[in-house]
């Protein structure tokens, strides 16, 4: 490969002119030659700067309301000739083509026409043809030219050259030229996943994603994965979108946790009262709503406070100083909120390890998207979770139907064990959870371990019961025997909220009856494996 790379001429054509005038003037102080199209053109002669047009270049003028301008042999050969063949270099001579050393290049604004609800020919008319063929053009021959497509990399263009006497160096290039397929790799994936949502294709032939690099993490899960953190350019709320105030990086586990932590307190909304969820290795260990957030918080942390020590805590509404003030009472990694008071950020700026948080608002539990895991040789596809059951929606299967406030309590406990590992087991009682059963292979052991933390809790604080007694208990599948059933009623469960679908179905409601259990069925599972 080319050691240095002498740039003489370059081709700049952005849709994003950000930083774009003083590019171009650190180029023409260091003699480069400017050549452009359109709009970009414009923008540098009317900052001064002296323009050549792609026509004069190309011998044709822009066409077809700009769909060709730059998709010329003129253009494409002064990129791609290898400036050490012989035959290439005749070639140029003998046509006319000049050498083109840089191309700067940001492409249509798909992704964002897409993100504000266009129609579907406003959509077509934003995918852009010309520039991924000269980016992918460029970066193929990154022996002999620079390929530009972040706006962050200006200014390590201009440092480049300043330290190679005008000259860029094959390190650079190469990394640019792999940021450049980067680019267009996930430009192209998000055309095509729009278009099968568009006509209608759920399982397209081929399936493509993409991310942007937000952060390169210390490791993953454990100390010897190499782990970084990629967004996706969607607006949801949440931990990609969040402004760190205060605190160390977030980990991987961080982040996994934290977002576990957020989505599901985005099942409750504000408007029916401050909730809170803790959070640790993905499961909650308490829910709650409350009068105040510092109620929820208190609430939420008596389910299991041994587990909530060094872990992720969640609201649904700003955080106020009580809360706060309650939050610092033990150690806690991250606190994420939907906005927070001046004075218990205050406070928060104390604990200088504790990672602040907060959100433009709360995620829609309702809005479609995909999900995927990877398996050994291919990756899974699913739409997310986003099933949602009102009272309305629930069928009582036994002789005794829920009173109102066991049907509250079924709702809540139903939200919260869709975000509970398989095989889930939730109790709750007046809006709390009181015992949570997580990831177990037998759905028994999940009823036993969610109860045996209800008693170990009431022991710690003085209670002269556990908080199961008189509480409800939602399944996340149905109860293939009674078994469970019973366990639940032993711990002083009431009433029961289940998907129903068993071959057993009637032996599971009969062992309801006879133990004086309403139960309803939501024809609905939540599994998270």
Known sequence: ????????????????????????????????????????????????????????????????????????????????????????????????????????????????????????????????????AMIRAAAKNHAHVAVVTDVEDYDKLIGDMDQHDGATCPKFRRKLAQRAYGRTAAYDAAVSTWMADAIGDAAPRR?????????????????????????????????????????????????????????????????????????????????????????????????????????????????????????????TEVVIAPGIDQDARDLFASRKNLRLLITPGLANPAAASLTWRQVSGGFLVQDKDNGHLDVDDLKVVTKRAPTDHELADMIFAWRVAKHVKSNAIVYVNDGATVGVGAGQMSRVDSCRIAARKAADMAAELGLPAPLTQGSVVASDAFFPFADGLMTAAEAGATAVIQPGGSMRDDEVIAAADEAGLAMVFTGMRHFRH
């Open 207 to 331: 399936r493509a994603a993409a991310g942007h690099l937000a952060q390169t993490l210390r490791y993953g899960e454990n100390p010897h994965q190499r782990a970084a953190f990629y967004t996706d350019g969607s607006d949801r709320p949440g931990v990609a979108t969040a402004k760190q105030l205060q605190g160390k990086e977030l980990s991987y586990n961080n982040i996994n946790d934290t977002d576990a932590a957020f989505e599901l307190v985005s099942e409750f909304p504000p408007k029916d009262g401050p909730a809170c969820a803790i959070i640790k290795h993905a499961n909650p260990c308490g829910v709650a709503r409350g009068a105040t957030p510092k109620e929820a918080y208190i609430r939420a942390h008596q389910c299991d406070s041994t587990s909530a020590f060094g872990g992720i805590v969640a609201l649904n509404s700003k955080l106020d100083l009580e809360t706060a003030q309650e939050i610092m009472q033990i150690f």
């Open 1 to 132: 490969m080319t050691e240095l790379t002498k740039l003489r001429r370059a081709l700049i054509s952005v849709s994003d002119k950000t930083g774009l005038v003083d590019l171009a003037r650190a180029l023409d102080a260091r003699g480069v030659e400017l050549i452009s199209t359109g709009g970009t053109a414009r923008a540098m002669r009317e900052a001064g700067l002296t323009v050549r047009d792609v026509s004069d270049i190309t011998g044709f003028p822009e066409m077809m309301d700009g769909r060709v301008k730059t998709l010329h042999p003129a253009v494409h050969g002064g990129l791609l000739a290898l400036r050490d063949n012989d035959a290439h270099v005749s070639a140029m001579t003998a046509h006319g083509i000049p050498t083109i050393d840089l191309l700067v290049v940001n492409l249509y604004p798909f992704e964002k026409t897409v993100a504000a609800g266009a129609d579907y020919d406003t959509c077509i008319e934003n995918i852009d043809i010309g520039g991924p």
